[in-house]
């Protein structure tokens, strides 16, 4: 009898167990989905969109991945570097070119983009020092300049600003709204009377920057302000400029990031769509936003226009180091774009 009902209780464990592991694993596939979810949300990076083949070229390619395949072959290291590139050009339609890149063109002259730089004075200052350093004519700022908006928080920004010595263009990010709408006012109104008009342009040398105000999750872009669009649009066709950029807070359209226009207000996303369509029609080279808190390059894929969101000033909220971006324009109209970390 003792021995049936040993017996019994083992017969009895497996269905337990198994229902455990099932439990287990279910609840194991739910917190990895919310977790995935919340680093989605919040960095704008969607580790499903990595692609793994590319990124193991780019590792095997890396200089630091060539310098340790040079130690460990015995022959000469100018000839271990020839095999390991011949190796790696054989694969067909895999084939990865090492150090094929067409020389620049003479550069005409560079600026700065800083964005979301909050109350982070101590990284602003250093990211506009840096950028002056390495010879930008002019910074564009990409709010969020400010916590919440208060004029006190607006001016610091501004005098920090003011203290690099460079010309200084910015629009507003949606927290620099949130004291004036707080008071019942027009949600520009304190920017306004530190910065100036939320929306404008200007241009320098060979290119025309057109830079919107996006950053209103409510209402988006009013009648008067699209007016001014499509007229300085046309405007900047009938001239001979060589390079033509808008800068938005939000933006308009991101792969993988729920930080864009219309993510609180889903009607946004038509207007977005629309000013997309717009700028395709009249030749944006690039669409440069913030707000993301992180640097990355992408093609919208319904029309193609290229955009870049620039990476965050401030250290909090930040799953990068406190960056900014530097673009480059050359002699012959093309330009590149370089994410820089604050040191």
Do not use: C
Not at 89 to 94: A, D, K, M, V
Not at 284 to 299: A, I, R
């Amino acid at each position: 009898m003792l021995f049936k009902k040993s017996e019994h209780k083992r017969r009895s464990n497996p269905v337990l167990g198994i229902f455990r592991v099932i439990l287990s694993l279910l609840m194991m596939s739910i917190l990895g989905l919310g977790l995935f979810q919340a680093y989605k949300s919040f960095s704008g990076v969607d580790p499903l969109s990595i692609n793994p083949q590319t990124s193991l070229k780019k590792l095997l390619t890396s200089e630091s991945m060539v310098d340790l395949l040079t130690n460990l072959f015995t022959v000469s290291p100018s000839q271990s570097i020839d095999k390991f590139k011949e190796a790696l050009n054989s694969s067909g339609t895999n084939k990865v070119e090492l150090n094929t890149a067409k020389k620049n063109p003479p550069l005409k002259f560079k600026f700065a983009i800083t964005a979301d730089s909050h109350k982070d004075m101590t990284n602003l200052a250093k990211a506009l020092a840096q950028a002056k350093q390495n010879g930008a004519k002019f910074v564009i700022g990409i709010g969020d300049l400010s916590d919440v908006g208060t004029p006190e928080e607006l001016e610091q920004t501004r005098n920090q600003f003011d203290k690099s010595g460079l010309p200084v263009y910015t629009v507003p990010g949606d927290r620099d709204f949130w004291d004036s709408r707080n008071k019942k006012l027009n949600p520009t109104t304190n920017f306004n009377q530190v910065f100036g008009n939320s929306y404008k342009s200007f241009s320098y040398e060979n290119i025309r920057v057109i830079m919107i105000d996006n950053a209103d999750n409510y209402n988006g872009l009013d009648d008067l302000q699209l007016k001014w669009v499509n007229d300085e649009l046309t405007r900047v066709k009938e001239t001979n400029t060589k390079l033509l950029f808008v800068v938005a807070d939000l933006p308009l359209y991101h792969p993988s990031s729920d930080h864009f226009m219309g993510k609180v207000e889903p009607k946004l996303k038509d207007q977005a769509y629309q000013l997309i369509s717009t700028f395709k029609q009249f030749g944006v080279d690039e669409v440069f936003s913030g707000d993301t808190h992180l640097y990355s390059k992408y093609v919208e894929p319904k029309l193609g226009i290229k955009m870049t969101t620039v990476g965050a000033v401030t250290s909090e909220r930040n799953l990068q180091n406190p960056r900014y971006a530097m673009v480059d324009i050359f002699e012959d109209g093309s330009y590149n774009i370089e994410d820089i970390e604050i040191k």
